[in-house]
């Protein structure tokens, strides 16, 4: 049985994770962190308690995993808290700083503690990821355009940003389009990340949808992923519960747990 701590249980994300978690078998959910007091009826009406802050939260329940799925000021800290205390972390979090996450990495490696940050959990999304990244070596002219509900907090994605940064690993750097271009209207031709354009799209009725476009002499090629609901997360979080039980340290991406090849 593993004990697990919920970062968020009233959101989107959170509330799907909490059905997960009360749904398998050997997960074993022991109390939730929220910043709300309201009560959330699935968890009171079984006595799990939500607490509003991770230091009462750890004090009072035996953790052996949070998983966290908030917002990433609250997950930071979230997550500094649960690594001193050697509790494992999955984290679906997106929006973390290069610096946020060495300082996660580090910390997960001094105490010996499984951490697995996946800005995406949804399969079919590290393959695209994956795929993208086996492609940019033959066409380094590329464009992503990721699409999400008008919620959506952080942009790029966190999935649009890890997209270009597994690309820039095996990419040289590109600067793409015409020398002299010039944005009429600024923003026009997105984020820039090493020359690669991340176009980010807010909308209601979009849930989490990408597409990475490689263009070449004469062929285009497309690779996309959408997410149709939340559920299309949830294997890849049970998943990733059941790896940090196994792991010490530090995992960004699930491409570097899943068998791709
Ligand atoms: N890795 C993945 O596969 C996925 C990651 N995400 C990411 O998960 C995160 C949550 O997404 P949603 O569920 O759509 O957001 P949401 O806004 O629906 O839920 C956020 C939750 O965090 C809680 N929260 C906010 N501030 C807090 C604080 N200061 N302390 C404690 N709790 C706090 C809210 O009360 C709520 O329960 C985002 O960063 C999003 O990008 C979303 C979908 C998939
Ligand atoms: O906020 C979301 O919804 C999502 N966030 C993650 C991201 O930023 O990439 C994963 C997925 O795209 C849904």
């Given at each position: 049985?593993?004990?697990?701590?919920?970062?968020?249980?009233?959101?989107?994300?959170?509330?799907?994770?909490?059905?997960?978690?009360?749904?398998?078998?050997?997960?074993?959910?022991?109390?939730?962190?929220?910043?709300?007091?309201?009560?959330?009826?699935?968890?009171?009406?079984?006595?799990?308690?939500?607490?509003?802050?991770?230091?009462?939260?750890?004090?009072?329940?035996?953790?052996?995993v949070l998983i966290d799925?908030?917002?990433?000021?609250?997950?930071?800290?979230?997550?500094?808290?649960?690594?001193?205390?050697?509790?494992r972390c999955v984290v679906g979090?997106?929006?973390?700083?290069?610096?946020?996450?060495?300082?996660?990495?580090?910390?997960?490696?001094?105490?010996?503690?499984?951490?697995i940050?996946a800005?995406?959990?949804?399969?079919?999304?590290?393959?695209?990821?994956?795929?993208?990244?086996?492609?940019?070596?033959?066409?380094?002219?590329?464009?992503?355009?990721?699409?999400?509900?008008?919620?959506?907090?952080?942009?790029?994605?966190?999935?649009?940003?890890?997209?270009?940064?597994?690309?820039?690993?095996?990419?040289?750097?590109?600067?793409?389009?015409?020398?002299?271009?010039?944005?009429?209207?600024?923003?026009?031709?997105?984020?820039?990340?090493?020359?690669?354009?991340?176009?980010?799209?807010?909308?209601?009725?979009?849930?989490?949808?990408?597409?990475?476009?490689?263009?070449?002499?004469?062929?285009?090629?497309?690779?996309?992923?959408?997410?149709?609901?939340?559920?299309?997360?949830?294997?890849?979080i049970?998943?990733s519960v059941?790896?940090v039980?196994?792991?010490?340290?530090?995992?960004?991406?699930?491409?570097?747990?899943?068998?791709?090849?």
């Amino acid at each position: 049985m593993i004990n697990i701590v919920i970062a968020g249980p009233r959101g989107r994300m959170g509330s799907e994770a909490v059905n997960m978690v009360l749904d398998e078998p050997a997960f074993n959910l022991v109390g939730c962190i929220d910043r709300k007091e309201h009560q959330i009826p699935a968890l009171a009406e079984r006595g799990i308690p939500v607490y509003q802050s991770a230091e009462e939260c750890f004090y009072a329940v035996q953790a052996d995993v949070l998983i966290d799925l908030t917002v990433q000021e609250a997950s930071y800290q979230h997550l500094l808290m649960a690594l001193r205390k050697k509790i494992r972390c999955v984290v679906g979090t997106t929006g973390f700083t290069d610096e946020q996450l060495e300082k996660i990495k580090s910390l997960a490696e001094d105490t010996n503690t499984g951490c697995i940050i996946a800005p995406n959990f949804a399969i079919g999304a590290i393959l695209m990821m994956y795929f993208s990244k086996v492609a940019a070596k033959y066409f380094p002219d590329i464009e992503i355009i990721e699409k999400h509900h008008d919620q959506k907090i952080d942009a790029p994605s966190g999935t649009a940003v890890k997209t270009a940064e597994m690309i820039r690993s095996v990419r040289e750097s590109k600067q793409q389009g015409h020398p002299n271009e010039v944005e009429v209207l600024e923003g026009a031709r997105g984020a820039d990340s090493d020359g690669i354009h991340i176009h980010s799209v807010r909308l209601p009725g979009l849930v989490a949808h990408q597409e990475v476009i490689f263009g070449g002499e004469g062929q285009l090629l497309s690779i996309k992923h959408d997410s149709m609901n939340r559920k299309s997360f949830m294997d890849g979080i049970k998943f990733s519960v059941n790896q940090v039980m196994n792991i010490s340290g530090f995992v960004y991406g699930l491409e570097n747990v899943l068998e791709l090849e």
